[in-house]
């Protein structure tokens, strides 16, 4: 199938999405039961990943930067910023296309061979909006939390790897960490995450609805998922931070 026909019955399956729900006591059911998947669920794959690259970011750069000429809040400067810029936002949104894409693809791939979505139309239910409306809802007002949680643990990454391996002292980290801080790249994190939360869930949902055959296919509809989603991920990050930090 061709760039342009996804694409062309992408468009068309949103168009049925984000239409006013039948029975909004149905939709908050969902939306709940989706904010606790695909976001707290993925609280602890953000928190061990996050911790652990803001450590190394903060032993990688301290090693890399063992010049007299460089200023002391070097490492806490450029861990922040890191992860601020691309690793809380665009990486972590990467990681979790993996996680809560495969996740929405193989749900909904799995109703579609097992003829629940048929089920579903036949009763007269909108099954686009009643499937896939509450879990991009759901995992866009999420992203955001997951976003500032990420950063937060990242720089305690940092800070544990001052109090216990003596590589960079407590005061050099924090004083590089406040050093020059630009709340504004906080919101242009944010502003990625956003845009990066609502293709993934859209377009892995996407894919697991037009699923068809057994349980092989949909598998190959949540790689397809995974893999289209992180590409559109990179080239929005692109497009965005063109746009944003101009």
């Known amino acids: 199938m061709n760039i342009f026909q996804d694409t062309g019955r992408y468009c068309i399956l949103?168009?049925?999405?984000?239409?006013k729900p039948d029975r909004w006591k149905m939709f908050f059911r969902q939306f709940r039961n989706e904010l606790d998947k695909l976001g707290l669920q993925s609280?602890?794959?953000?928190?061990i990943i996050s911790v652990f690259i803001g450590a190394?970011?903060?032993?990688?750069?301290?090693?890399?930067?063992?010049?007299?000429?460089?200023?002391?809040?070097?490492?806490?400067?450029?861990?922040?910023?890191?992860l601020l810029l691309e690793f809380?936002?665009?990486?972590?949104?990467?990681?979790?296309?993996?996680?809560?894409?495969?996740?929405?693809?193989?749900?909904?791939?799995?109703?579609?061979?097992?003829?629940?979505?048929?089920?579903?139309e036949i009763m007269g239910v909108n099954?686009?909006?009643?499937?896939?409306?509450?879990?991009?809802?759901?995992?866009?007002?999420?992203?955001?939390?997951?976003?500032?949680?990420s950063m937060a643990i990242g720089l305690l990454g940092g800070y544990l790897v001052g109090i216990f391996s003596g590589i960079i002292t407590v005061a050099e980290y924090v004083e590089g960490i406040q050093y020059a801080f630009n709340a504004y790249?906080?919101?242009?994190?944010?502003?990625?995450?956003?845009?990066?939360?609502?293709l993934i869930s859209s377009v892995?949902?996407?894919?697991?609805?037009?699923?068809?055959?057994?349980?092989?296919?949909?598998?190959?509809?949540?790689t397809t998922a995974v893999v289209n989603s992180s590409i559109l991920i990179l080239f929005f990050n692109l497009l965005i931070t063109n746009v944003m930090l101009k």
């Open 43 to 47: 609280l602890p794959i953000v928190l």
């Open 127 to 149: 099954s686009a909006n009643y499937l896939i409306l509450p879990k991009i809802v759901a995992f866009v007002l999420m992203i955001p939390f997951l976003t500032i949680f």
């Open 185 to 198: 790249y906080v919101f242009y994190s944010i502003v990625k995450s956003l845009v990066f939360a609502f």
């Open 14 to 19: 949103m168009e049925h999405v984000f239409i």
């Open 204 to 222: 892995s949902a996407y894919y697991g609805y037009y699923a068809y055959g057994g349980a092989l296919d949909v598998g190959k509809a949540s």
């Open 88 to 120: 809380s936002s665009t990486i972590m949104c990467l990681i979790l296309a993996g996680k809560v894409g495969s996740n929405i693809a193989s749900e909904i791939g799995t109703m579609r061979i097992t003829e629940q979505i048929d089920a579903l």
């Open 56 to 82: 190394v970011l903060t032993i990688q750069t301290k090693l890399n930067s063992e010049n007299p000429l460089l200023p002391s809040y070097t490492t806490g400067l450029v861990t922040r910023d890191t």
